[in-house]
């Protein structure tokens, strides 16, 4: 009998992935690299570390991370725009308490981002627990 549901956050509950995705490409053409989706899917849910690396090994000019940080968040955040749920996202979480089950969220994101939108979305009420990469000393894919 299922007892409980674990939620993932990012592109699950609302689509940032792929705007990241987006705002990544767009900064780093401009350091010669056309980021591939199949490239960023592998960094998906990891360290910013593993995006690094992958950019260091195929940028043709030099990066400079600050500015890459810092262009691709004002980016994203343009593009993001005013968050939405992902259909059947809130339909889901409320079927799920009205036959009592517990409702968690596991994200490799950093608590103050999840929070954040969850309180936003106005859907934070329904996870009796929230973990993130603040609650663990190693990310995806470490089963920590």
């Known amino acids: 009998m299922i007892k409980a549901l674990?939620?993932?956050?990012?592109?699950?509950?609302?689509?940032?992935e792929s705007v990241w995705?987006?705002?990544?490409?767009?900064?780093l053409l401009e350091y010669g690299m056309d980021l591939k989706i199949e490239d960023f899917s592998k960094v998906i849910g990891t360290t910013d570390?593993?995006?690094?690396?992958?950019?260091?090994?195929?940028?043709t000019s030099p990066i400079d991370r600050g500015v890459i940080e810092k262009t691709a968040h004002e980016i994203y955040h343009k593009k993001m725009?005013?968050?939405e749920l992902r259909e059947g996202v809130e339909n889901y979480l409320k079927s799920a308490q009205d036959r009592g089950l517990r409702i968690a969220l596991a994200s490799s994101s950093s608590r103050q981002w999840v929070e954040g939108y969850?309180?936003?979305?106005?859907?934070?009420?329904?996870?009796?627990?929230?973990?993130?990469?603040d609650d663990?000393?190693?990310v995806k894919p470490d089963p920590e």
């Open 6 to 16: 674990v939620f993932d956050f990012d592109g699950l509950i609302i689509d940032t």
């Open 21 to 27: 995705y987006d705002s990544y490409r767009e900064v």
């Open 49 to 59: 570390e593993v995006l690094y690396q992958h950019i260091r090994q195929h940028a």
């Open 81 to 83: 725009g005013e968050p």
């Open 118 to 133: 969850l309180r936003q979305l106005g859907i934070l009420k329904y996870f009796e627990t929230v973990k993130t990469r």
């Open 136 to 138: 663990v000393s190693k």
